[in-house]
Nanobody, 124 residues
Framework: QVQLVESGGGLVQDGGSLRLSCAASGRTFGIVTMAWFRQAPGKERDFVAA???????SYADSVKGRFTISRDNAQNTVYLQMNSLKPEDTAVYYCAASAYYRTSGQTSGEFESWGQGTQVTVSS
């Protein structure tokens, strides 16, 4: 069992930056794929970025060039650096983890463990 706790959300102005963190505990040695998803009010949960233990990373087109996912395996933590934030980035951001090498890593059904979410609000 893996527990995930996100932090770092908050209110920021258009064009600002935030750094989200997701700390994993429990059976962390088994984590292979980690990802960030987000869900805006009234919308589905969408993929944002994924990171594999191999160092591979992928991003949603809407965040490419603005967001960076990184991982500290020693600290069992994954980060999401968000720059040039826009009002449309406003959502609850969720961290996800899988014990398997998920080829896509872009669908919520691929992940077994989820955090509780952290709110990100970007004001215009």
């Amino acid at each position: 069992q893996v527990q995930l706790v996100e932090s770092g959300g908050g209110l920021v102005q258009d064009g600002g930056s935030l750094r989200l963190s997701c700390a994993a505990s429990g059976r962390t040695f088994g984590i292979v794929t980690m990802a960030w998803f987000r869900q805006a009010p009234g919308k589905e949960r969408d993929f944002v970025a994924a990171n594999w233990r191999t160092g591979r990373a992928s991003y949603a087109d809407s965040v490419k060039g603005r967001f960076t996912i990184s991982r500290d395996n020693a600290q069992n933590t994954v980060y999401l650096q968000m720059n040039s934030l826009k009002p449309e980035d406003t959502a609850v951001y969720y961290c996800a983890a899988s014990a398997y090498y998920r080829t896509s890593g872009q669908t919520s059904g691929e992940f077994e463990s989820w955090g509780q979410g952290t709110q990100v609000t970007v004001s215009s």
